[in-house]
């Protein structure tokens, strides 16, 4: 061990006995090693380190403070020892390599700020600024912005497919009293969606769509339901939009979709299975060759049939 950079971290015993402490004068030491107990992590260095800059540290070990010794000359810090070799670094070299997560960068900011050592906290708050600046998106949502591309979008995804239409400007009619509530939580609830299967689904936005507000739902490239929130109220004097939130429908069909989380070889067995209500399941034998045609339930939810007779590959 020589010069001023040797450093050894070991941690101390989790039980044993109390150690006891008492008053250290450091003003005497010099150049010689002092051997530092932070938080459990011990540390060897120089006072000459400690004291480069004008930070806490050099008034700890110039004399101007009182410092805390246990029984065995470890000097006391009750601060978390885990940055303590990175401020160590610091004191040294005046510069460092800083992590690269955000939260050590915060922690080790939270230990220069204690320590008073204005150049290091400098350092962490502009590496903090420029993750910022260059922070990505949890998940990406496209915005469809003509049926072509909606077309390609669906077809070229590997992903079950969920897209929202909300069109307020479609509407000719006034809305009825909840129907912007609505239309919120309808917003709200796509946007829960997506960064909870961001990475197993597709999400999209329609914003040019004839609807008012609704859900569709895709697999393997064709449309397996649709959900309708929007219908009309004929009230005495003039006709009203209605915007519902059928928030366990449109659970139950997102999770449907996730069925089709696989590699795309056409499974109509599947498709046909996903697209019958539970009414038509207990429909008799004879009926299973009819061609299932859209279907609207009282919630306002359309089925669409995902029958395909065509031969693979065409």
């Known amino acids: 061990m020589s010069g001023d950079t040797c450093l050894t971290t070991t941690l101390c015993p989790a039980a044993g006995p109390k150690s006891k402490t008492c008053s250290f004068k450091a003003g005497s030491l010099g150049n010689k090693y002092v051997r530092l107990n932070v938080g459990g992590s011990l540390y060897y260095t120089t006072v000459q380190v400690l004291t480069r800059h004008d930070t806490m540290l050099k008034a700890m070990f110039s004399g101007r403070m009182e410092v805390l010794t246990d029984k065995e000359g470890w000097i006391l810090i009750d601060r978390c020892g885990k940055h303590f070799g990175t401020i160590l670094n610091y004191l040294r070299d005046d510069t460092i390599a800083l992590p690269k997560h955000r939260q050590e ?56 497919v969920v897209k929202l239409l909300y069109n307020r400007s479609n509407n000719k009619y006034s809305y009825t009293s909840n129907s912007d509530d609505n239309l919120l939580k309808n917003i709200e609830l796509f946007d829960k969606l997506s960064l909870r299967f961001n990475g197993r689904v597709l999400f999209i936005k329609d914003v040019i769509g004839d609807e008012i507000c609704c859900w569709s739902f895709y697999g393997q490239g064709r449309k397996l339901a649709e959900v309708c929130c929007t219908s ?67 919630i306002h939810v359309k089925r669409y049939s995902t029958y395909d007779d065509r031969q693979l590959g065409h």
């Open 232 to 298: 009309i109220v004929y009230a005495t004097e003039k006709k009203q939009t209605k915007v519902e939130f059928p928030e366990a429908r449109i659970y139950e069909e997102t999770l449907n979709v996730l069925l089709y989380e696989t590699p795309r070889v056409p499974d109509n067995s599947l498709l046909e299975a996903t697209s019958r209500s539970r009414s038509q399941a207990s429909h008799s034998e004879d009926d299973e060759g009819f061609e299932l045609r859209d279907r609207v339930r009282r």
């Open 105 to 160: 960068i915060k922690e080790l900011m939270a230990e220069a700020k204690y320590y008073l050592i204005q150049g290091l906290v400098d350092m962490c708050q502009a590496a903090l600024q420029d993750k910022k600046d260059l922070y990505e998106p949890v998940c990406s949502i496209p915005i469809i912005t003509s049926p072509k591309e909606e077309e390609r979008l669906i077809e070229s995804s590997m992903k079950p």
